[in-house]
């Protein structure tokens, strides 16, 4: 890996000595399943081939030494007894906060240099911030040989980004990073974290899997995301049960009779919608039926578009065009309020869907949209 050779030359040259180890934890694209995880129900991720590379030493005097090799700015300089949440650390926040949450449960650790890079598109809903947070976790459950599992590394990096930066995302990104396995997608409960690999060729039946990045950044910090989910919460509350999970698909109609707030009843009808659409995907891919995953996609776009109102321009004209133009089914993916949709389409339609979608951007005088094939990746791993 190229990448990891040019991440371990910077440690070198920034720290003077070459690193203990390089490790890699990829971004994630989520098929099915959205704003479903803070909720205790299923998603259906797949790890990107784009990683976060982090090469990394161990100290014992209580120094964090943080950089990354994509921004401009020198090496941040922290205490790891002196890690405060919400504190204005920048990218920084990410790592230090994976810092502060082991140190938080207890796990000895006592420093470390640390150089950072990503070929995981920032803001584009990929998990760009999960994935710096998972490969920092396992950097230093390996050099301080603490007794991790994949699953209970993501939970840290959950909590860090949750307590530490101040984004109450759910599991499912962390997960992914830190579990999905090549050639697969991962069928996650959110409630049990019960994880179920499914096989995931697309090329065996003609198809293709593209994330179209609209190159609107998106913040899920802001607010917009955390105010849904206090919808969901409220909702559940008003209901009378844990989480919206409890909710069956065949009860909704009684469900949102009982709830007096618009916004609340269309955030509940998305959440248990979104769960069930999970529930057919699952059995489609079962049943080899995976063309007839693509409706199932444009159907969810609907629900976060209308329901959610979690969408934007950019994210229905690539969805519609990319519809009108052949694709099986597409949807946003991630947060939202901008970032990528993934296309499900013919192997052979790539070019023209991609045609299409690029002149209708020109057209609507957006950014030419990135463009590149979901490959079911590897989770996080050493490298070195």
């Not at 490969?135 to 307590?163: G, I, Y």
């Not at 979608?357 to 020109?362: D, E, R």
Request: some cysteine; charged content about 20%; proline content about 6%.
């Amino acid at each position: 890996m190229r990448e990891a050779k040019a991440v371990a030359d910077g440690f070198h040259e920034l720290y003077g000595t070459a690193p203990d180890g390089v490790w890699a934890a990829p971004g994630r694209v989520n098929l099915i399943g959205e704003y479903t995880d803070f909720n205790e129900g299923f998603v259906m991720p797949l790890a990107l081939p784009h990683t976060a590379v982090a090469a990394a030493s161990k100290r014992t005097d209580g120094l964090l030494r943080l950089h990354s090799a994509d921004l401009a700015g020198p090496v941040v300089e922290l205490r790891v007894d002196e890690l405060t949440p919400r504190a204005d650390a920048g990218w920084a926040a990410y790592p230090a906060g994976v810092v502060w949450a082991l140190r938080q449960a207890g796990h000895p650790v006592t420093g470390a240099d640390v150089h950072l890079a990503s070929t995981v598109p920032t803001g584009a809903g990929l998990s760009s911030s999960a994935a710096l947070e998972v490969v920092t976790a396992l950097a230093l459950r390996d050099l301080f040989e603490l007794p991790l599992a994949p699953s209970e590394m993501a939970a840290l990096a959950q909590k860090a980004e949750n307590d530490f930066v101040g984004v109450p995302c759910g599991i499912m990104d962390q997960t992914a990073s830190a579990c999905c396995t090549a050639g697969h997608v991962l069928h996650l409960d959110t409630r049990d974290l019960a994880m179920t690999q499914i096989p995931f060729d697309l090329p065996a039946h003609g198809l293709a899997l593209l994330v179209v990045d609209t190159r609107v950044k998106h913040a899920l910090g802001d607010g917009a995301y955390a105010a849904r989910r206090v919808a969901c919460e409220r909702g559940a509350r008003e209901l009378g049960v844990r989480s919206l999970r409890e909710l069956p698909y065949a009860g909704l109609p009684d469900a949102l009779a009982k709830l007096s707030s618009p916004v609340v009843r269309d955030c509940v009808r998305h959440v248990v919608s979104d769960n069930e659409r999970v529930r057919r995907v699952v059995n489609l891919l079962a049943a080899g039926d995976v063309r007839a995953v693509g409706p199932q996609l444009t159907e969810g776009h609907a629900s976060l578009r209308d329901d959610l109102r979690v969408s934007c321009a950019e994210l229905d004209l690539a969805v519609e065009t990319a519809g009108a133009a052949g694709a099986l089914g597409a949807r946003m993916t991630g947060g939202g309020f901008g970032g990528s949709a993934v296309v499900l389409l013919e192997a052979g339609a790539r070019e023209p869907v991609t045609g299409a979608i690029g002149k209708a951007f020109a057209a609507a005088g957006h950014p030419e949209p990135g463009v590149f094939e979901a490959t079911p990746s590897r989770g996080a791993r050493r490298i070195s």
